[in-house]
């Protein structure tokens, strides 16, 4: 069984009441759910925080325990070399995901660090975004 670990950067916590014309209704917690059930075969972890040093810890925890991680930095993506260092450091593949396409958003949104150290960026597909990264993440 195939191990993966879901990370949430800052405010995500909030999605359902988050600017929903732009993240949608649906909380993480809801839609987590969804995946579960949607993929069986994958042991699932979730984690989330607002605090970029917490997800630099979580992701050199899971360095050699997870088969791979999907990850949406939020807005540290666009920040934060610390966390692209992060993922170029461990040795298991993150697929980074944005929920709004940020190649839309406003220009400081557009460039994301972490990206460049992640196997590949999925933007613009709303919460299915997740489940596309598991996808990727399965070869499926």
Excluded at 115 to 120: F, H, T
Aim: charged share 20%.
């Amino acid at each position: 069984m195939k191990k993966i670990l879901i990370i949430n950067g800052p405010n995500l916590n909030l999605l359902g009441r988050r600017e929903p014309e732009i993240y949608g209704h649906l909380s993480f917690d809801d839609y987590y759910a969804e995946l579960l059930h949607r993929f069986p075969e994958v042991s699932f972890d979730y984690y989330q925080s607002n605090h970029e040093g917490c997800l630099i810890d979580k992701l050199q925890e899971a360095d050699g325990v997870y088969d791979g991680v999907v990850m949406n930095p939020g807005a540290y993506a666009h920040t934060s070399i610390a966390l692209a260092d992060c993922i170029r450091a461990i040795g298991i593949p993150v697929v980074e995901v944005h929920i709004s396409d940020i190649s839309q958003r406003e220009p400081y949104r557009r460039h994301s660090y972490t990206a460049e150290a992640c196997v590949s960026c999925i933007s613009g597909k709303g919460l299915e975004g997740y489940a596309l990264g598991v996808g990727e993440l399965l070869g499926i």
